[in-house]
């Protein structure tokens, strides 16, 4: 099989605990990504990180929030 004819790659993902953003962002975000946030103040940044870390924090994951 040609690399042009390989099935896309499903990376693993993880929830965002927002099931409408989980659905846009094809299951959550992917689990080895590194992603930056960026917005207006009070556009919901911190919100969000918290949002995903207390998520995850249910199900026994560990998280870290660095905030600049």
């Known amino acids: 099989m040609s690399p042009s004819e390989q099935a ?15 659905a846009v962002l094809g299951g ?3 689990t080895s990504g590194v992603y930056i946030v960026v917005g ?3 556009a919901g ?7 995903l870390c207390y998520h995850q924090g249910r199900t026994g994951v560990r998280c870290l929030y660095v905030t600049l």
């Open 45 to 51: 940044k911190t919100l969000f990180a918290n949002q």
């Open 8 to 22: 896309p790659r499903q990376d693993a993902r993880v929830s965002t605990g927002v099931p409408g953003l989980d």
């Open 40 to 42: 207006e103040p009070g």
């Open 28 to 30: 959550g975000l992917v």
